[in-house]
T-cell receptor
Framework: SQQGEEDPQALSIQEGENATMNCSYK?????LQWYRQNSGRGLVHLIL?????REKHSGRLRVTLDTSKKSSSLLITASRAADTASYFC?????????????FGTGTSLTVIP | DGGITQSPKYLFRKEGQNVTLSCEQN?????MYWYRQDPGQGLRLIYY???????QKGDIAEGYSVSREKKESFPLTVTSAQKNPTAFYLC?????????????FGQGTRLTVV
């Protein structure tokens, strides 16, 4: 079953603006990850934040995690047309000695040049 | 280059036929996964495998079958029992025992029933 729900489903902004998308999940996690998918392509990993971390940065990406609210946000600063893609959050689930990934429904981001 | 390769990129199937999607990885990952993606529904897990000769059903395994005879390969067969097979199929791999690991994805296979 899907663990995460992204919000909004779709977002359209002007180039140079910041884009914020949110993810809510249901159960306890070890980590939360964000992925990007260009149209018709596979997913590419962007950033992982562990359950004991509250904020993490990578280039123009900033991720926050609030485990008490079971939510995360992804901020893309100074957006570019090339950032146009769908963004998914994924949480892990421990299965015995291994792990699995549960993906949300995604946010479709359009950056207008 | 290390990576995960899916083939073919596009696949057309007549109703009532079985079809097999290929997934190969050279990342030395123990775990491999198959996801189905439909518009607006995100990714749903079909099957996963954590080790050679072992695999487990995901959330939507009905109408699908897999095998894991080699560490590098995890083919997915879409059988005639799958009622609505038209979708985008994604294969992924990862380490299995590292709790903070990422999934690596192939470029996907778009299956269309004609």
């Amino acid at each position: 079953s899907q663990q995460g729900e992204e919000d909004p489903q779709a977002l359209s902004i002007q180039e140079g603006e910041n884009a914020t998308m949110n993810c809510s999940y249901k159960t306890s996690i070890n980590n939360l990850q964000w992925y990007r998918q260009n149209s018709g392509r596979g997913l590419v990993h962007l950033i992982l934040i562990r359950s004991n971390e509250r904020e993490k940065h990578s280039g123009r990406l900033r991720v926050t995690l609030d485990t008490s609210k079971k939510s995360s946000s992804l901020l893309i600063t100074a957006s570019r047309a090339a950032d146009t893609a769908s963004y998914f959050c994924a949480t892990d689930a421990i299965l015995g000695t291994g792990n699995q990934f549960y993906f949300g429904t995604g946010t479709s981001l359009t950056v207008i040049p | 280059d290390g990576g995960i390769t899916q083939s073919p990129k596009y696949l057309f199937r007549k109703e009532g036929q079985n079809v097999t999607l290929s997934c190969e990885q050279n990342l030395n990952h123990d775990a491999m996964y198959w996801y189905r993606q439909d518009p607006g529904q995100g990714l749903r897990l079909i099957y996963y495998s954590q080790i050679v000769n072992d695999f487990q059903k995901g959330d939507i395994a009905e109408g699908y079958s897999v095998s894991r005879e080699k560490k590098e390969s995890f083919p997915l067969t879409v059988t005639s029992a799958q009622k609505n097979p038209t979708a985008f199929y994604l294969c992924a791999s990862s380490t299995w025992t590292d709790m903070n690991t990422e999934a690596f994805f192939g470029q996907g296979t778009r299956l269309t029933v004609v």
